[in-house]
């Protein structure tokens, strides 16, 4: 069983950034594509960003292209997700997750681990 611990997230206003943390609990984290979704109130789980496991490879929902970077640091078994340029719609819960089998998805149900998820809120 994994862990993955979420750090980061706030109240920001519309403009700002944010920087989000999911650190995992064992060494085979270098192994799993990791990825961000994020979850706002009354809306489904969606998908925000996904890094292949050696973090070569990155992709981006449309919302937040160009304004949000994923990246991960397999020495640390840390991944991140940097806000710039927020804004009121990014406002939701953002979870950290894993595919044990580094498979490339962007499928929500294809991951296997998740992160307690962190609140971000951005003002207007």
């Known amino acids: 069983q994994v862990q993955l611990v979420q750090s980061g997230g706030g109240l920001v206003q519309a403009g700002g950034s944010l920087r989000l943390s999911c650190a995992a609990s064992k060494r085979t984290f270098s192994d799993y594509t990791m990825a961000w979704f994020r979850q706002a109130p009354e809306n489904e789980r969606e998908f925000v960003a996904v890094?292949?496991?050696?973090?070569?490879?990155?992709s981006y929902a449309d919302s937040v292209k160009g304004r949000f970077t994923i990246s991960r640091d397999n020495a640390k078994n840390t991944l991140y997700l940097q806000m710039n340029s927020l804004k009121p719609e990014d406002t939701a819960v953002y979870y950290c997750?894993?595919?044990?089998?580094?498979?490339?998805?962007?499928?929500?149900?294809?991951?296997?681990?998740w992160g307690q998820g962190t609140q971000v809120t951005v003002s207007s």
């Open positions: 890094i292949s496991w050696s973090g070569e490879y990155t």
């Open positions: 997750a894993a595919d044990r089998d580094g498979i490339w998805t962007i499928r929500l149900h294809e991951y296997d681990y």
